[in-house]
């Protein structure tokens, strides 16, 4: 089917492990500066996403400082931002520092839902206070049930810090969401989500979860060491900063999603493939 319109375009960062300023993490990694690099690099787009959605992991410690130190990093973002958090996150925190977010509840897990025209964009918190494994608790579960019952004919994509399925690096897969089949029972229920977008990995990943295309955003600042046969400890790299970009095209049915990876920092080109007389250079 031809595309007769713009899609809507949904930007997902993760994993950006904010620590004070002036502090790396790890010792190695100056995330501060990544996820500032980041912020030009979403400024930059063209066509301009509707909406930023940070997949958890904001800061690192957690602390009130941090959180400060993250908003600061953020203020000269050009483009409206909703952020879930992660397992290095607290609750009281994020919803203290994000308090305009339409969440769900007033206390508890920090789930919400917006509307971006024809699309729902579903955030769930899939936190254990205190723990880094991820699990989706009883209340969200209802939630998101009764949200995706709410219609039958809107499109939705769904973000979440944990991922939904193994990813044969073994460190984390002890660590991803370990009630993932509670969650599946409820998206076969109501067959209108297109994606699933998580983090928590720091590596771009996809794969299928309950018939729904499933992706792991990368990181803009290190990547966990793709390891798939625990022949070291855990570990990470300095690999290529990038983020995800999700454009859903309005269509038939439920329309179509497709994630492009956008690699942070400056490139070569764009250079033309043809001449001004059309042929190829």
């Not at 009130?64 to 483009?79: C, D, F, P, T």
Request: charged share 20%; aromatic share 6%.
């Amino acid at each position: 089917m031809p595309v007769t319109q713009r899609p809507i375009l949904v930007a997902q960062i993760s994993d950006l492990h904010i620590k004070r300023p002036g502090a790396l993490a790890y010792e190695k990694v100056d995330t501060a500066a990544a996820l500032a690099r980041c912020v030009v690099e979403l400024n930059r787009l063209v066509p301009r996403p509707q909406l930023v959605v940070a997949s958890g992991d904001l800061v690192d410690t957690p602390t009130e400082e941090e959180y400060r130190h993250l908003k600061e990093l953020l203020a000269s973002l050009e483009i409206p931002i909703v952020v879930v958090p992660g397992n290095h996150d607290a609750r009281p925190l994020v919803r203290a520092a994000f308090p305009a977010q339409p969440y769900a509840r007033a206390t508890g897990a920090l789930d919400l839902s917006l509307a971006l025209g024809a699309l729902d964009v579903i955030l769930i918190d899939s936190t254990v206070p205190d723990a880094p494994h991820g699990a989706i608790e009883d209340n969200t579960l209802q939630w998101l049930d009764t949200t995706l019952a709410a219609s039958a004919m809107r499109p939705a994509l769904l973000f979440l810090h944990h991922p939904p399925f193994v990813t044969g690096i073994a460190h984390m897969d002890r660590q991803n969401l370990r009630n993932a089949g509670d969650l599946a029972a409820v998206l076969k229920r109501h067959p209108r989500t297109r994606l699933i977008a998580a983090g928590h990995v720091h590596r771009a990943t996809l794969t299928m979860f309950a018939g729904i295309p499933t992706t792991i955003c990368p990181a803009p600042n290190h990547a966990v060491a793709l390891d798939l046969d625990e022949r070291y400890p855990p570990a990470m790299k300095i690999e290529p900063p990038a983020f995800h970009l999700h454009a859903w095209f309005d269509g038939a049915g439920f329309g179509d999603v497709v994630t492009h990876l956008v690699p942070i920092g400056d490139f070569d080109g764009p250079f033309p493939f043809f001449d001004s007389e059309g042929r190829l250079r």
